[in-house]
């Protein structure tokens, strides 16, 4: 009967935190909902290239039909058209790995870093898999500085256009991120 009373009070309890946790935390007056729309352009050739492989397994990246094992870093221009003349507002930086033997499948670690715009100076970071198959793609949001301190969130991201004449590709990336200053939560 004490092991039942127990289990109980523990799932009672685990319940009770469950519930009210996402409301005591939604009611923090700081947070701020970003939501944000800009494009990013891939230039996957020279002249002027944006993503530069930096290194490949020997063993299976060659033989690979989604070269599995190649490790790239990335400069891509961040902006507010989907043509890749218009404005400027930034670059996505970081490093993408083919990750799946079987699908064109990243890991992606980016940081978004604003260079011009409402959110100049302010960056956000990107970590997680990104299926380049899938029509509507997510991945998370965990961290971020200057308006996007403490962000968390969820990127939506999609094919817009290809063109292998040009060897250039336009990404749409739609952002929802809760932000808050460090400042405003109590440390002690």
Same mark, same amino acid.
């Given at each position: 009967?004490?092991?039942?009373?127990?289990?109980?009070?523990? #799932?009672?309890?685990?319940?009770?935190?469950?519930?009210? #946790?996402?409301?005591?935390?939604? +009611? =923090?007056?700081?947070?701020?909902?970003?939501?944000?729309?800009?494009? #990013? =352009?891939?230039?996957?050739? %020279?002249?002027?290239? *944006?993503?530069?492989?930096?290194?490949?397994?020997?063993?299976?990246?060659?033989?690979?039909?989604?070269?599995?094992?190649?490790?790239?870093?990335?400069?891509?221009?961040?902006?507010? +058209?989907?043509?890749?003349?218009?404005?400027?507002? +930034?670059?996505?930086?970081?490093?993408?790995?083919?990750?799946?033997?079987?699908?064109?499948?990243?890991?992606?670690?980016?940081?978004?870093? !604003?260079?011009?715009?409402?959110?100049?100076?302010?960056?956000?970071?990107?970590?997680?898999?990104?299926?380049?198959?899938?029509?509507?793609?997510?991945?998370?949001?965990? +961290?971020? *500085?200057?308006? !996007?301190?403490?962000?968390?969130?969820?990127?939506? *991201?999609?094919?817009?256009?290809?063109?292998?004449?040009?060897?250039?590709?336009?990404?749409?990336?739609?952002?929802?991120?809760?932000?808050?200053?460090?400042? %405003?939560?109590?440390?002690?």
């Amino acid at each position: 009967m004490a092991k039942l009373s127990i289990t109980i009070s523990v #799932l009672i309890s685990s319940l009770s935190i469950a519930l009210l #946790l996402p409301w005591a935390y939604s +009611g =923090q007056p700081n947070n701020k909902v970003i939501k944000l729309r800009f494009f #990013l =352009q891939d230039k996957y050739q %020279d002249p002027a290239r *944006t993503v530069y492989p930096v290194a490949r397994s020997d063993n299976i990246t060659s033989t690979s039909p989604t070269s599995f094992g190649e490790v790239s870093v990335v400069n891509d221009p961040l902006t507010v +058209g989907p043509d890749h003349n218009s404005e400027l507002i +930034g670059h996505a930086q970081g490093i993408i790995a083919s990750a799946d033997l079987k699908v064109p499948a990243i890991h992606a670690t980016i940081t978004f870093c !604003f260079t011009a715009g409402e959110y100049k100076g302010s960056s956000f970071n990107m970590v997680g898999r990104n299926n380049l198959f899938e029509e509507f793609r997510k991945i998370p949001i965990v +961290g971020g *500085t200057g308006a !996007f301190e403490m962000a968390r969130g969820i990127i939506t *991201t999609s094919n817009y256009s290809s063109d292998p004449a040009t060897n250039r590709a336009t990404f749409v990336y739609d952002i929802v991120a809760v932000a808050q200053k460090l400042e %405003d939560i109590a440390m002690y």
